[in-house]
């Protein structure tokens, strides 16, 4: 791993200062007192970099609370909001169940509220895991939809994290705002890339991509994955083999991963039922509309800004939190195959949305545990807030 990826490719460039600030303070705070021990005692740089990922998750994300571990013994579930969960299959010995924080609290709101939540697994990734959906409706049809989807990019925990808390009061404190199950369905994917997110759980914490084998053509190069965010088919630009390590490596073709397929085609075989499209990202506290391929944007571009305009004030109002709100290409750059320019251009998504939840560079990718549900609290305002203009009967 070379220093320049550690310290540039890892973390997006953001046009901002904060980026500027950020990538400072982890340079001469962090990372050169931490060389020049390396030098001195003659560490390698490889196991440099393994002790500061360490050190991050560990001040990142406190461990597992021994009531949280009980949950499972209830036949509950021990997803919390105090912590980044793993998707990862354990096997749980004493029981001989299989049990996963993230998919297992999916099941558990199926079980628990089986009249308005049922679990549907979309498709695998590539390394076999579950891409599991949960559908919340209180039935009936002709009723407009809205997809969420996080944890496109593995290294976002932030992302899931918030769906999940998204969730958590869409179901389980339904009573106070049953307006929006009654008049809305829900289709919401958690975890989009759990290959990756599991990846960087146990091996690397700032892996953005899939655990495809598709990229590594390069003899001895060991890469792995495409940008899954840069796989959607419209307007894609192919990666070459040459580009296969980079971080934002577009794949060998588009919807090269089943990730991505899987999504497009539950999608497609719901086009004209889903009238919103969010997908969760992470980090800049950002609303971004489409355009992000190019720099015009669409026709009914002030449509669009208006109704995240509403997103983004009631989110504001819980904490204050600054969001800036515009396309891609004129807040961050242009990227050509993401989900949200897809979402709008080929499955006719008029509302079709990037969220790019907290921080602005502080903590970047890394950030606290502490901010789960801060974070959640502000950016369930700003659903309810899309969700109530089709609940009020608006299309």
């Known amino acids: 791993m070379a220093l320049g990826?550690?310290?540039?490719?890892?973390?997006?460039?953001?046009?901002?200062?904060?980026?500027?600030?950020?990538?400072?303070?982890?340079?001469?705070?962090?990372?050169?007192?931490?060389?020049?021990?390396?030098?001195?005692?003659?560490?390698?740089?490889?196991?440099?970099?393994?002790?500061?990922?360490?050190?991050?998750?560990?001040?990142?994300?406190?461990?597992?609370?021994?009531?949280?571990?009980?949950?499972?013994?209830?036949g509950g579930h021990r997803l919390s909001w105090t912590r980044y969960h793993r998707h990862k299959d354990e096997q749980v010995s004493f029981t001989s169940l299989i049990v996963s924080d993230i998919d297992s609290y999916l099941d558990y709101l199926a079980y628990t509220y089986t009249d308005i939540c049922q679990t549907e697994i979309i498709g695998k990734s590539s390394q076999g895991r579950d891409l599991k959906l949960l559908k919340v409706s209180t039935g009936g049809k002709g009723k407009p939809a809205i997809w969420i989807d996080g944890g496109i990019h593995a290294r976002e925990w932030i992302s899931p994290a918030t769906v999940t808390y998204i969730l958590l009061h869409l179901v389980e404190f339904r009573d106070q705002h049953s307006e929006l199950l009654d008049s809305v369905d829900w289709y919401i994917l958690p975890l989009a890339n759990p290959d990756g997110y599991e990846y960087s759980h146990s091996t690397d914490r700032l892996w953005r991509k899939t655990r495809s084998r598709v990229g590594g053509s390069r003899r001895g190069s060991g890469c792995y994955g495409v940008d899954p965010n840069r796989n959607w088919?419209?307007?894609?630009?192919?990666?070459?083999?040459?580009?296969?390590?980079?971080?934002?490596?577009?794949?060998?073709?588009?919807?090269?991963?089943?990730?991505?397929?899987?999504?497009?085609?539950?999608?497609?075989?719901?086009?004209?039922?889903?009238?919103?499209?969010?997908?969760?990202?992470?980090?800049?506290?950002?609303?971004?509309?489409?355009?992000?391929?190019?720099?015009?944007?669409?026709?009914?571009?002030?449509?669009?800004?208006?109704?995240?305009?509403?997103?983004?004030?009631?989110?504001?109002?819980?904490?204050?939190?600054?969001?800036?709100?515009?396309?891609?290409?004129?807040?961050?750059?242009?990227?050509?195959?993401?989900?949200?320019?897809?979402?709008?251009?080929?499955?006719?998504?008029?509302?079709?949305?990037?969220?790019?939840?907290?921080?602005?560079?502080?903590?970047?990718?890394?950030?606290?545990?502490?901010?789960?549900?801060?974070?959640g609290q502000e950016t369930w305002a700003a659903v309810k807030a899309i969700a109530t203009h089709f609940a009020d009967g608006h299309n």
């Open 5 to 74: 990826n550690l310290l540039i490719d890892r973390w997006r460039q953001v046009r901002t200062p904060s980026f500027v600030k950020m990538l400072c303070a982890h340079l001469f705070t962090r990372i050169i007192p931490t060389l020049c021990c390396s030098v001195l005692y003659g560490s390698s740089f490889d196991s440099v970099v393994t002790k500061l990922q360490a050190t991050a998750i560990e001040s990142e994300n406190p461990p597992m609370e021994p009531e949280d571990e009980e949950w499972e013994n209830r």
């Open 233 to 375: 088919d419209f307007h894609w630009a192919p990666g070459s083999p040459s580009d296969s390590c980079r971080e934002d490596f577009s794949g060998p073709r588009a919807f090269s991963e089943p990730e991505t397929r899987a999504m497009s085609e539950f999608i497609l075989s719901r086009q004209g039922e889903i009238k919103v499209y969010l997908t969760v990202h992470s980090y800049s506290q950002m609303w971004l509309v489409p355009w992000g391929y190019k720099e015009e944007k669409p026709r009914d571009y002030y449509e669009m800004y208006t109704l995240a305009e509403k997103g983004v004030e009631a989110l504001e109002a819980i904490r204050g939190t600054d969001y800036l709100l515009g396309t891609a290409a004129e807040l961050l750059y242009t990227a050509p195959g993401g989900s949200d320019d897809w979402a709008k251009g080929v499955a006719g998504i008029k509302y079709s949305y990037s969220i790019e939840l907290p921080d602005t560079g502080d903590y970047g990718f890394v950030l606290p545990a502490n901010q789960i549900e801060p974070v």
